[in-house]
T-cell receptor, first 114, second 113 residues
Framework: KAGVTQTPRYLIKTRGQQVTLSCSPISGHRSVSWYQQTPGQGLQFLFE???????NKGNFPGRFSGRQFSNSRSEMNVSTLELGDSALYLC?????????????FGPGTRLLVL | AQSVSQHNHHVILSEAASLELGCNYSYGGTVNLFWYVQYPGQHLQLLLKYFSGDPLVKGIKGFEAEFIKSKFSFNLRKPSVQWSDTAEYFCAVSEGGYQKVTFGTGTKLQVIP
């Protein structure tokens, strides 16, 4: 089985721009979660989608949004980028909405905001 | 709100030493508990998880963790570490499955050959 893939792997943007990141989960997995990893704040949960519905959302401003498509692929969007949005954005997928299946992480998209 | 505390930020051990990484969480309800590992240059991966049942959980690569509900703890242990265990370890908690997982700040483990 192919693993979780994330595109692009690296991205450089400037303040005020917007960005869209993509995540393709493992085939058959319907739950996709997004996390932000920074040296200062560590790993923080952004949101989780299951069967095209957002089930959970972390404590991030409304500039961070996401969606999931019928094929379980997910995108996250960050509008009006700020310097503090520079981070590694990780996507993870699991089956059965969690259950006891293992969660798999992608390699991440490293975003640099200048 | 949930929170997770990892007391050791950086641990240095010699090979064959025993390992115990502390993890405490704050949440009064039913929790699911996880340990994740990130080896240098690799993806974050799940090491082990507790959802229910036996509070002593076995994970990959000889790791285990014990859920002690009365102490709100989920410490990670390994009897004898190897150089290849050098990595960053994250404890995490959720209220249900992999939904809304809250991570600790991580512990960097360095194993000296």
């Amino acid at each position: 089985k192919a693993g979780v893939t994330q595109t692009p792997r690296y991205l450089i943007k400037t303040r005020g721009q917007q960005v869209t990141l993509s995540c393709s989960p493992i085939s058959g997995h319907r739950s996709v979660s997004w996390y932000q990893q920074t040296p200062g704040q560590g790993l923080q949960f952004l949101f989780e989608y299951f069967s095209e519905t957002q089930r959970n959302k972390g404590n991030f401003p409304g500039r961070f949004s996401g969606r999931q498509f019928s094929n379980s692929r997910s995108e996250m969007n960050v509008s009006t980028l700020e310097l503090g949005d520079s981070a590694l954005y990780l996507c993870a997928s699991s089956d059965l909405g969690g259950g006891i299946e293992t969660q798999y992480f992608g390699p991440g998209t490293r975003l640099l905001v200048l | 709100a949930q929170s997770v505390s990892q007391h050791n930020h950086h641990v240095i051990l010699s090979e064959a030493a025993s390992l115990e990484l502390g993890c405490n969480y704050s949440y009064g309800g039913t929790v699911n508990l996880f340990w994740y590992v990130q080896y240098p240059g690799q993806h974050l991966q799940l090491l082990l998880k507790y959802f229910s049942g036996d509070p002593l959980v076995k994970g990959i690569k000889g790791f285990e963790a014990e859920f002690i509900k009365s102490k709100f703890s989920f410490n990670l242990r390994k009897p004898s570490v190897q150089w290849s265990d050098t990595a960053e370890y994250f404890c995490a908690v959720s209220e249900g499955g992999y939904q809304k997982v809250t991570f600790g700040t991580g512990t960097k483990l360095q194993v000296i050959p």
